[in-house]
């Protein structure tokens, strides 16, 4: 089993930042791949960023050039720095993680944090 712990959402206005962070119970070298996920209300959930296999990092396109992926593996923790904050951000930010074992894939998400954009 994985516990992720996620922290560091809230309420800002637009144009600030704030970083999530999402701490793994384990070593994150024993994770295939690790991102963070968002659910707007009334939204299905998408991808924000991830990092699969350690080093290729994918964003979604509504949030290049403003959001930063990054992991911290002395921590166990995974961060999302969120630049320029707009409100259409607005939502549940969910910390996900995939390890592969013989070949099946198991998937474990974190609890979810808050983040509202609004002035």
């Known amino acids: 089993q994985v516990q992720l712990v996620e922290s560091g959402g809230g309420l800002v206005q637009p144009g600030d930042s704030l970083r999530l962070s999402c701490a793994a119970s384990?070593?994150?070298?024993?994770?295939?791949?690790m991102g963070w996920y968002r659910q707007a209300p009334g939204k299905q959930r998408e991808l924000v960023a991830r990092?699969?296999?350690?080093?290729?990092?994918n964003y979604a396109d509504s949030v290049k050039g403003r959001f930063t992926i990054s992991r911290d593996n002395a921590k166990n923790t995974v961060y999302l720095q969120m630049n320029s904050l707009k409100p259409e951000d607005t939502a549940v930010y969910y910390c996900r993680v995939d390890r592969v074992v013989t070949s099946r894939t198991y998937v474990y998400w974190g609890q979810g944090t808050q983040v509202t954009v609004s002035s």
């Open positions: 990092i699969i296999s350690g080093s290729s990092i």
């Open positions: 384990r070593s994150l070298n024993s994770f295939n791949a």
